[in-house]
Structures are given as structure tokens and as C-alpha cells.
T-cell receptor, first 114, second 116 residues
Framework: DVKVTQSSRYLVKRTGEKVFLECVQD?????MFWYRQDPGLGLRLIYF???????EKGDIPEGYSVSREKKERFSLILESASTNQTSMYLC?????????????FGDGTRLSIL | AQKITQTQPGMFVQEKEAVTLDCTYD???????LFWYKQPSSGEMIFLIY??????QNATEGRYSLNFQKARKSANLVISASQLGDSAMYFC?????????????FGSGTRLSIRP
């Protein structure tokens, strides 16, 4: 089974802090994704990566950056956390470009910015 | 632009009844794929079922089936004989033919509650 592991289930940080959310997958997938989930809005794509050191902006990249130095690890960085970044963050990976392969998700990180 | 619409924010269903969760989509792609995910209160996203736009038959996976009506651009999820463990958020999602790096867009979700 594919395993996508997010480093924290719950995280509390203060406004202005630099926050790192880590995600590791164990199935050698090329593609990795970061989403945020807010009530009534579904999942919105922040950034994604289709290869090591490659990244592309999703729909809501403002205030975030990402890093992919190794194939299995994809990090989301909040450069200067703000209260409107309080949300559920989900990491996902998938093995192919398109096709019928679903994305596999981690358990999510509930981030609160005080 | 691609879009997924789920018009039911919440639903209550009696245990053992069948339930249909609505999903409509908008795309100009000729080739695309549709997914349904389940998210229990614990937070993880569980893949349920997939339908390709060129698949001639509706997809089925155990108690889950997808009522795919291409001309109406709808892809409703049908859960037969609902169980208490089916209580969760359900998301419809779509991948276009030319989606970069397997991008998927999601609807806003439907919260399903099963009454005993």
C-alpha cells in the first residue's frame, strides 16, 4: 500500500513564524501536491511538483513556498505565518501523468496560527 | 476552465437505505477522469471509485457505483445499503486530459450522515 506521511497531525504556531510542513511518500511517485482544505471550499491546490527540484504554483500559492530536494519528500513552507493560514493541510502523491491513477493522501495537518 | 459542483452541503440518510451524492462538472476536454473520495472525521482522504470519460460502462466498486451521464456532465456516486461507517465527507474530483502532473480539481464536498 502507498504510504504518505505528514510530520504532524496538529500544529500551533504564532503569527510571523516560519512554518515547515513535511510530507514523505514511500512509493517512488513522481508527482507530489500540497492542498489546503477549508469548510465549504473543498480542497484547493497550493503547489505541486512533478520531479525533484521542480515545482509549479497551484491555485492559491500566495504566502507559501515549497521544496523538493529528494523524490520522496515535499515540504510546504509558510514564510511568515498569518491567521488566515489557519487550515487543514493535505499532502498527496501520484505515480503518473494523468490517467486513472488516483492521488494518495496523507492524514492531514491541522494548523492553527495564533 | 474546469469546475466541479456538489450542490448538497449535507445529507441525512437512514441506515441500510441507498444514497445518491450529486456531482456535476464542466470541462472542454474530450478526455478526462472523474474520482470520488471519502473523508472520515479522522481526516484522511480515501479513494473510492474512478470513471474515465470514454468508459462505456458505469464504474462499480463493491457498494459504490458511479452513475455517469456524459451528456448531462454528471457523475453521481451511489452507495447501496448504507452503513453507519459511511458517515463522512465525500468529494467529487476531476482530472483533465492535459492536466499538468496529474492535477485534480475538487468539489466543495457533501457531508453524509447515516442515522441508525
Amino acid at each position: 500500500d502507498v504510504k504518505v506521511t505528514q510530520s504532524s497531525r496538529y500544529l500551533v504556531k504564532r503569527t510571523g513564524e516560519k512554518v515547515f510542513l513535511e510530507c514523505v511518500q514511500d512509493m517512488d511517485h513522481e508527482n507530489m501536491f500540497w492542498y489546503r482544505q477549508d469548510p465549504g471550499l473543498g480542497l484547493r491546490l497550493i503547489y505541486f511538483s512533478y520531479d525533484v527540484k521542480m515545482k509549479e504554483k497551484g491555485d492559491i500559492p500566495e504566502g507559501y513556498s515549497v521544496s523538493r530536494e529528494k523524490k520522496e519528500r515535499f515540504s510546504l513552507i509558510l514564510e511568515s505565518a498569518s491567521t488566515n493560514q489557519t487550515s487543514m493541510y493535505l499532502c498527496a502523491s501520484s505515480p503518473t501523468l494523468g490517467g486513472n491513477q488516483p492521488q494518495h493522501f496523507g492524514d492531514g495537518t491541522r494548523l492553527s496560527i495564533l | 476552465a474546469q469546475k466541479i459542483t456538489q450542490t448538497q452541503p449535507g445529507m441525512f440518510v437512514q441506515e441500510k437505505e441507498a444514497v445518491t451524492l450529486d456531482c456535476t462538472y464542466d470541462t472542454s476536454d474530450q478526455s478526462y477522469g472523474l474520482f470520488w473520495y471519502k473523508q472520515p472525521s479522522s481526516g484522511e482522504m480515501i479513494f473510492l471509485i474512478y470513471q474515465g470519460s470514454y468508459d462505456e460502462q458505469n464504474a462499480t466498486e463493491g457498494r459504490y457505483s458511479l452513475n455517469f451521464q456524459k451528456a448531462r456532465k454528471s457523475a453521481n456516486l451511489v452507495i447501496s445499503a448504507s452503513q453507519l461507517g459511511d458517515s463522512a465527507m465525500y468529494f467529487c474530483a476531476m482530472r483533465g486530459a492535459y492536466s499538468s502532473a496529474s492535477k485534480i480539481i475538487f468539489g466543495s464536498g457533501t457531508r453524509l450522515s447515516i442515522r441508525p
